[in-house]
Structures are given as C-alpha cells and as structure tokens.
C-alpha cells in the first residue's frame, strides 16, 4: 500500500494528497505525466530506478505542450523520487508516476493563466500484460491520435482517452492490446507501447513521425540490438500487411517491458510464439534493468537504502 506522496511541493501522506472536483486538468484532461518503473534486485537488496532522468527530461518536454511553468529541473526531480522512494520503503517492483497538472479550480478552457502543479506517487507493480511471451493482439478500428490535433509526442493526460479506446476495444474484443494505425493508414504502435517487428534478422520499428510516443524503452532496445546484439535496426514506416508477415514482433514500454506477440487479428507471426530475437533481447533487457549488467548500471538510479 503506497504511504506517501510528493504533492504540493513536498512530501505527505498519500490521504492529504487530494485535489477538488473543480481541478482544471480533472475537467479538461490539462495533465502530462510520466511512468517509470524501479525494479527490485533481490541478491543484492537494492531497488534501482531505470533511466529515471531520461523520462523526466520528456515529462518536462511535454509539459512544454501545456505551456506549463515547471519548477523543477530533471535533477531535482530525481532527487525528490528518491526521497520518496526511501520512505516507501518497496522491497519490490514499483512503477512510479509523476504527474504535472492544471491545479487552479476554474472553468475555462486553455492552457495559459493557470497555475502548474506536480505531484509524484509510486506503488508496486507486476505485469502490464499477462502473457508476456505470447500476447494476442489485434489492429484497432482506432487511429492514433495525430499530431496535428494533439502533441503525439507529449504524454498528456488527454490524449490518452485515445490509448484507452484501443486498450478496451482490444480486450473486449478477447485481444490482450491493440495496434493503432495512423491517418496514413500505417502502423503506429500498440495503445501504450512501441512497436518492433523482425523481418530477416533486422528489427524494424515505426519513425518518430509515425505519431509515435518516442519511448525510453524503444531507444534502449534500438541501442542494445546494435551495440550488444550486432542486430541491425530499421526506423521507418510499417504496413498493416507487413504484420501479418513478420518472423517475430514484440511491443516494448516501461509498463509492458518486453512482450512477445504471438499473433496479430488472429494470425500467428512467425512461429505463434516468442522468437530468438525477442528472446536474446528481452533476457537482456531484464537483466540491466534489474542491475545484473555492470556496463549499463549508468541508467540506473540506486535507491539508498534506509
Ligand atoms: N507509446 C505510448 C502511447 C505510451 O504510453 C508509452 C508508455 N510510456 C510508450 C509508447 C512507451 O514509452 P516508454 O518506453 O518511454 O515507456
């Protein structure tokens, strides 16, 4: 059960963290928020917080779409997770959640003349999708919010009523996720994850013009596939066709991590299950995460213990 919670600039407990009915970003969706994920190392007792720094950077940058007044600076907002993290205490996975929000009580729509907020809370967490080797998977009747109506590449609270139409059509469909085209028709990536297919031992994934969130994740893995795993990776555009036809392909996010697609609108990709590739770079991606690989402890935040 999550404690406390950085609200109002400083730390409280997590049931003085309330705001009114009447909060702007409740009525108009005027939020940006970020979600990273800490992982427990067993053997050494120790949680680490992966890439912490580079999703503050991009919580900040989307706040940039809301006009937003930030008072913090990435560093500093490492610092104060890190404090809330020492008090929680988690001696497991967690997934921590920043939120930048319109705080005034005022009806009106806009993003200026309104006072910014942020708020930081963190609780544990397992899987996002229950099938990580094998998820069934179905293109949306949805399309991806395009950047001419909404900053695609901004982690607004808004624009992810988009994301939660995929998610629910997909799964009440029986699916475990959706795979969202774009208004060009092409794929862009799944409801709140990035995309990669194999096709001939190269890793494909959707350009940032796609309209894709450009994750954390994504370019770990692209960086990984070409340091670690001399796998070449292609930027550019994917068919819907091109699914139906790839040896492997995964979706990849600090929620979802690495999981295997299985099948794509009932057809199996590849061999209908987790594919050498996926594997090789998901046993790899677990265990810098988890702080099993000295050469990438850089991305690693160590929470001290207390
Ligand atoms: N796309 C969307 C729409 C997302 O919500 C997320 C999760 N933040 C991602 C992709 C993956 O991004 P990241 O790897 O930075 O978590």
């Not at 800490?38 to 720094?53: A, C, D, I, K, P």
């Not at 001419?148 to 029986?174: C, F, Q, V």
């Not at 862009?188 to 450009?214: H, K, M, Q």
């Not at 930027?235 to 492997?248: C, F, N, T």
């Amino acid at each position: 059960m999550t404690k406390y919670a950085f609200f109002e600039g400083e730390i409280v407990p997590i049931e003085e963290a309330k705001v009114s009915i009447m909060t702007h970003a409740l009525n108009y969706g005027t939020g940006a928020f970020a979600g990273i994920r800490g992982y427990w190392n067993e053997e050494q007792e120790q949680l680490y917080v992966f890439r912490m720094l580079d999703h503050y950077r991009r919580f900040i940058q989307s706040g940039k779409y809301l006009l937003a007044q930030m008072d913090y600076t990435p560093e500093q907002l490492v610092e104060i997770t890190v404090e809330l993290l020492k008090l929680e205490g988690w001696r497991q996975d967690c997934y921590i959640r920043p939120l930048l929000y319109k705080a005034d009580t005022a009806i009106g729509i806009r993003i200026h003349d309104l006072r910014d907020a942020v708020a930081i809370f963190t609780l544990p967490f397992g899987k996002y999708i229950q099938d990580e080797e094998g998820a069934k998977v179905c293109t949306s009747s949805w399309r991806r919010v395009d950047d001419t109506a909404i900053p695609a590449r901004g982690k607004l609270t808004g624009s992810y009523i988009n994301s939660a139409l995929i998610k629910t059509e997909a799964m009440l469909n029986g699916f475990d996720e959706g795979i969202v085209l774009n208004q060009n028709g092409q794929v862009a990536e799944g409801s709140a994850e990035n995309l990669f297919i194999v096709r001939e031992g190269r890793l494909i994934t959707t350009p940032v013009y796609s309209n894709i969130l450009e994750g954390i994740t994504r370019r770990t893995i692209m960086h990984l596939a070409q340091e670690e795993m001399n796998v070449e990776v292609e930027e550019r555009p994917i068919d819907r066709s091109e699914l139906y036809v790839a040896d492997e392909a995964f979706f990849c996010g600090t929620g979802v991590q690495i999981v295997a697609i299985a099948s794509v609108d009932h057809r199996p990709v590849g061999e209908g299950r987790i594919g050498p590739i996926t594997r090789r770079i998901r046993d790899l991606y677990f265990r810098i995460v988890r702080g099993q690989e000295p050469k990438y402890r850089r991305w690693l935040t160590p929470v001290p213990k207390t």
